[in-house]
């Protein structure tokens, strides 16, 4: 189809969206026999039901006109193909030969020599992970290591702390991990408390190894080894980067034997399958690694594979655009009741905000439709305490995705139920919602006009109006295999979205600006420096506060 044809799906699918307004789901699921079938699906492990959205059939039939006007599966295919769909960095985004099992399909994504690279930086992590995992690597003082301190940020941190804690019924019983990613020196103080040089062992992690948290953070380590009596000599022992700048790592001192690299097509955000993901293999073990990025795969073939009306990432992409446009400023809410995936909500903001946050298409004009929700959230079932209420009485109307694992064993205490419980029970009242008539017998069965009136009243602030979206996705359990689906589920969604809007989903401008001004800004914090004259006169005003303040300190 030609670009007219996009245009024309869009001009449709917005249509639609706007005439959506009295949908209600629940007749949805009354009147659509096919509903069930079309919206809900498994994949790779997961369950995933989509079917609780103000989405009428005939509007997911103009998404699907949509996707297949973008070229949603030539996109996907260059992708793997190793193609630069980075386009503004011309870069190849190749995650998925991360996870390609040895000798399939690695050779075929990604061309020469990407394979034997990838499984041999494996190699070296499962030598590595192995060897500090049973005790065999020591310390400066000869002892084994018990800590392990990870300095990085953004995709540098976010991923692999998700996946230690994801994996936490697989973590090694003597290894403790820290992770260290805000440049405020308080955060370097609390990841090293109470911690002893001679059993820490330092993960520097960092992309481009120039980022300014990490690399003052790393410095910071290295005097507190230094100061702890690991010298330069033995710093090998405790402190190893992962990077895919080897000539920086190499000038911060690091020699190559220390140094786990990662290579450009690799983006931050989709980094935990490559090197970044060490401390996860550390935690875990090279074989639950392995599972993940076996599920990550599985994921994968999905993705390549199914059709677009029955492909995960491809209905879950779909849904999030029809709720941008039908429910104009929604956002998307996160929910996942589970403990160990308490951090997924950060990692998807990254993954989604930083990849989709774009406002111009590949041909740099202005995209017409509005781009990446803002994505928020937290572990059920505390966040029933804090922001559910909005949830189900709020003026907005904000889809929720409920991230549920089944839990295992029995629990003297029923907490397993109690918390499998709440995600049905919440998921329930989003759609169905109450009427408020059910007040308390005081307020509504008086018999004088004043206390009827005053249960009209009650009725009113209790009722909730349902009909709010919500999607599902179930793992029959939380291992290693379904967590890797799970992200690679939500890593692929982001692509389609971003082909869908034309975008770069692979590249991160906006955020440059901001360090580079720092940069500049902090220099002019020293008191001795002149201001310059051309500085603009409220930020003057604001610098000569600080530094008064600083003064007063003395
Ligand atoms: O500031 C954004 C960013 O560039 C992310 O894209 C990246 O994950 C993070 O910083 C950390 O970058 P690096 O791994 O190069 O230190």
Not at 294 to 319: I, S
Request: aromatic share 6%; with cysteine.
């Amino acid at each position: 189809m030609n670009d007219d044809g996009r245009s024309e799906a869009w001009r449709e699918v917005a249509r639609r969206a706007r005439a959506s307004g009295g949908i209600r789901i629940a007749s949805l699921l009354r009147d659509e026999p096919a509903r069930a079938q079309r919206l809900s699906l498994d994949a790779a492990g997961l369950h995933l039901d989509l079917t609780r959205h103000r989405l009428p059939g005939e509007a997911l039939d103009a998404l699907l006109a949509l996707a297949r006007a973008s070229s949603l599966e030539s996109r996907r295919d260059a992708m793997y193909a190793g193609e630069e769909v980075n386009f503004t960095e011309q870069r190849p985004a190749l995650h998925v030969a991360l996870r390609a099992p040895a000798g399939a399909a690695a050779g075929a994504i990604a061309g020469e020599g990407i394979a034997a690279e990838v499984a041999a930086t494996l190699d070296r992590m499962d030598r590595f992970s192995e060897a500090v995992r049973s005790g065999e690597w020591r310390g400066a003082t000869g002892q084994p290591i018990s800590h392990v301190v990870h300095i990085g940020i953004g995709g540098s941190h976010l991923g692999p702390q998700l996946a230690c804690e994801a994996l936490i019924d697989h973590a090694h019983p003597r290894l403790r991990f820290r992770f260290l990613s805000n440049v405020d020196p308080r955060a370097f103080d609390r990841a090293v408390n109470g911690l002893d040089p001679a059993t820490t062992l330092a993960i520097v992690a960092s992309k481009s190894w120039h980022t300014l948290e990490t690399a003052r953070n790393a410095q910071a380590l290295r005097r507190w080894f230094a100061a702890g009596g690991i010298g330069h000599g033995d710093l090998h022992r405790h402190l190893v980067g992962i990077t895919a700048n080897l000539e920086a790592a190499r000038a911060f001192g690091l020699a190559p034997e220390s140094i786990f690299p990662f290579r450009d097509w690799v983006g931050g955000r989709y980094s935990l399958w490559s090197a970044i993901g060490l401390p996860a293999m550390l935690s875990a073990g090279p074989q639950r690694f392995r599972a993940m990025l076996a599920g990550a795969h599985a994921m994968d073939r999905h993705f390549a594979e199914a059709p677009l009306a029955a492909n995960a990432p491809v209905l879950l992409a779909l849904v999030s655009l029809w709720n941008t446009l039908a429910l104009p400023g929604a956002t998307e809410v996160v929910v996942p009741y589970s403990d160990a995936l308490r951090s997924l909500t950060a990692w998807l903001q990254q993954l989604q905000m930083e990849s989709n946050g774009k406002r111009v298409g590949r041909d740099g004009a202005a995209v017409a439709w509005p781009t990446a929700p803002v994505v928020w959230g937290g572990p059920g079932t505390d966040v029933q305490h804090s922001f559910f209420q909005a949830l189900h009485q709020g003026t907005g109307v904000h889809p929720v995705e409920f991230i549920v694992a089944v839990p295992s064993g029995p629990d003297p205490e029923g907490r397993g139920d109690a918390l499998l419980a709440s995600a049905l029970g919440q998921r329930e009242a989003l759609l169905h919602g109450r009427s408020g008539n059910d007040a308390p017998a005081a307020a509504q069965g008086a018999p004088d006009a004043a206390a009827g009136h005053a249960a009209a009243w009650l009725a009113a602030h209790r009722a909730c109006p349902g009909n709010r979206p919500s999607s599902l996705i179930l793992l029959d359990r939380l291992d290693a295999e379904r967590f890797g689906a799970l992200l690679a589920l939500y890593e692929h969604k982001t692509a389609a979205l971003g082909w869908l809007w034309d975008i770069d989903s692979f590249d991160q401008w906006g955020v440059e600006l901001g360090k580079q001004l720092a940069g500049e800004i902090e220099p002019l914090l020293d008191a001795a420096r002149e201001l310059p004259a051309q500085l603009a006169p409220d930020l003057r005003a604001l610098l000569e506060r600080i530094r008064a303040t600083r003064a007063s300190r003395g």
